[in-house]
């Protein structure tokens, strides 16, 4: 069963900069897209950063994209989000999550029919 434990989140300013690890196991994630998502309070959770099982293909919505930028190193089965210029909407609960069937935009944008595994998240503030 596929597990992911995601890490590096906290407080910061905005403008700052946050990098988020998700650590990986119970699968071979060199097969899947896996992608980083984040749910505010009140809000449904959303896709924000996905990319497909080769790292050649990403998808960002506009609201991070050229601020956000998700890698993946499938030796260590982690896939990191580099988040910089951060603003007080980036402010959530970040998760991972993979897919072996969908591809990074469709897992990034259809988040709401995704019945796979998720982690416990990682809680990010931004507020000065």
């Known amino acids: 069963q596929a597990q992911f434990v995601e890490s590096g989140g906290g407080l910061v300013q905005p403008g700052g900069s946050l990098r988020l690890s998700c650590a990986a196991s119970?699968?071979?994630?060199?097969?899947?897209?896996i992608g980083w998502f984040r749910q505010a309070a009140g809000k449904e959770r959303e896709g924000i950063s996905c990319?497909?099982?080769?790292?050649?293909?990403?998808y960002y919505p506009d609201s991070v994209k050229g601020r956000f930028t998700i890698s993946r190193d499938d030796a260590k089965n982690t896939v990191y989000l580099q988040m910089n210029s951060l603003k007080p909407e980036d402010t959530a609960v970040y998760y991972c999550?993979?897919?072996?069937?969908?591809?990074?935009?469709?897992?990034?944008?259809?988040?709401?029919?995704?019945?796979?595994?998720w982690g416990e998240g990682t809680q990010v503030t931004v507020s000065a």
């Open positions: 999550a993979a897919s072996e069937a969908w591809g990074p935009q469709a897992l990034c944008v259809m988040t709401r029919y995704f019945d796979g595994s």
């Open positions: 990319i497909n099982s080769n790292g050649e293909l990403t």
């Open positions: 119970g699968f071979e994630t060199d097969r899947y897209a």
